[in-house]
């Protein structure tokens, strides 16, 4: 089992119970060593006094303020000393509805557990009362040292922590960014039809097992490539932007490519449900729909097919180049 990186009261009321904090998510994250190139050494980073140039131990530092050349000195055991409730109380302030925190809010999450057995039946408590109400209880709590404003919710039977950006760290756009659209760059009113036509194309229902992490994924195939001293595949160039003038018709085509997948399936059932003449005709006509559904692909999925056919040179195709490859090897 898990450790926990914090362990406290969580009290709302004057109800208080034991709980422990775990994270509640992992990186799964390739990390490098820092090498001196043309050679094996390993790049080592060193706590170095700037004045004498001596490595100095971890416990003979100390945290210092610059009030303008001159340092204040804080011990580590002093910050805890001053942290409300001695580091060890998670107090909910009060509850408010889910949908009134906006996403740009929340920041990282923790699992509570409770504390031992014991504590068990006010914790199951606290989680199916805050599900039937569907709020969160906000509350303040320290952690190594820092501050942190928090959301406390139930999910699935279990208690959530969510912390939270406080309202100082959250950025107005406006200030941040150049060339935000104004009054005068509104879309037109078919534009705006087409836009919506490929949003409801592309709908889909969530589930977050379909994504994975291709990145890293090519990161693995590149270490292996170059272990094994092979060729490895470069990725797609990035789209060209679409300009002003060609919006409508780039939305136009956007919404027949979304939907030609549909519609390719709807075209093969009808043709399985239809007697099964073996002409000429009917050949070329399934045919057909199997070749255009080749645009609809990722250069991903087509070199998976470039692979499976066995195409020469697939390694260093093009998006094009793989399409008319695959176009040529099914005919």
């Known amino acids: 089992m898990a450790r926990p ?19 509640a998510t992992d990186s799964h994250t390739i990390h490098f060593h820092q090498l001196q190139r043309g050679t ?50 998670l107090e909910i302030n009060g509850f408010v509805d889910l949908d009134e925190i906006e996403p740009i809010y929340f920041d990282k999450t923790y699992y509570l557990g409770p504390r031992g057995a014991e ?20 509350a303040t709590f320290v952690m190594r040292q820092h501050e942190y404003l928090v959301a406390v919710k139930a999910e699935d039977g279990i208690l959530t922590l ?42 889909m229902t969530w589930d977050p097992e379909q994504f994975h992490d291709t990145f890293q994924e090519k990161v693995s195939a590149l270490i292996r490539a170059k ?40 075209k093969a059932t009808t043709s399985r449900a239809a007697p099964k003449k073996r002409t000429a005709a009917k050949k070329r006509a399934r045919t057909a729909p199997r070749t255009q559904d080749l645009t609809t692909l990722t250069k991903a999925e087509l070199y998976k097919k470039a692979t499976a056919a066995h195409v020469p040179g697939r390694s260093h195709m093009t998006r094009e180049n793989l399409l008319d490859a695959l176009a040529h090897s099914s005919g």
């Not at 504590?119 to 906000?138: D, S």
């Not at 760059?185 to 592309?202: D, F, G, N, P, Y």
């Open 162 to 203: 969510h912390t939270l950006h406080w309202a100082n760290e959250i950025r107005d756009p406006r200030k941040e960014i150049d060339n935000l659209p104004g009054g005068r760059a509104k879309a037109t009113a078919k534009e705006l039809r087409m836009a919506e036509q490929l949003i409801v194309s592309l709908s």
């Open 40 to 89: 094996a050494d390993r790049i080592r980073n060193r706590r170095v006094n700037e004045r004498t140039g001596d490595e100095v131990d971890l416990d003979d530092i100390v945290k210092g303020y610059d009030t303008g050349g001159e340092y204040v000195l804080v011990e580590p055991a002093e910050l805890d000393e001053i942290a409300p409730g001695r580091s060890r109380s």
């Open 119 to 138: 504590y068990t039946k006010v914790y199951a408590l606290l989680e199916q009362a805050l599900a039937g109400a569907g709020k969160a209880g906000i």
């Open 227 to 266: 272990k094994a001293d092979e060729t490895v595949e470069k990725a797609e160039p990035a789209p060209a932007s679409t300009g002003a003038v060609d919006l409508l018709e780039t939305l136009r085509a956007s919404v027949e490519r979304a939907r030609s997948p549909k519609d390719t399936r709807e």
């Open 5 to 23: 990186v914090w362990a406290g009261n969580l009290t709302f009321g004057l109800v208080s119970l034991p709980v422990g904090l775990f994270p």
